[in-house]
């Protein structure tokens, strides 16, 4: 499987790597693995919805 990095997710998804951090300890994105103190997310992983807004959340939990 392929892996990117927080900075690679930052700048495909466009938020800062702070909230990617935070999205894979909270266990938003499935199948990342923290190896040390870097986690590994797989490249194919959509990024998790907003729970901030109600309209960028569609009924399967994904943006819009």
């Given at each position: 499987m392929d892996y990117m990095t927080l900075k690679e997710a930052?700048?495909?998804w466009g938020v800062p790597p702070r909230w990617i951090n935070y999205?894979?300890?909270s266990g938003r994105i499935p199948a990342a693995v923290k190896m040390g103190t870097v986690w590994?997310?797989?490249k194919n992983s959509q990024k998790p919805a907003d729970k901030r807004f109600k309209s960028t959340r569609?009924?399967?939990g994904e943006n819009k």
């Open positions: 930052s700048n495909k999205y894979c300890s590994l997310i797989p569609s009924k399967d």
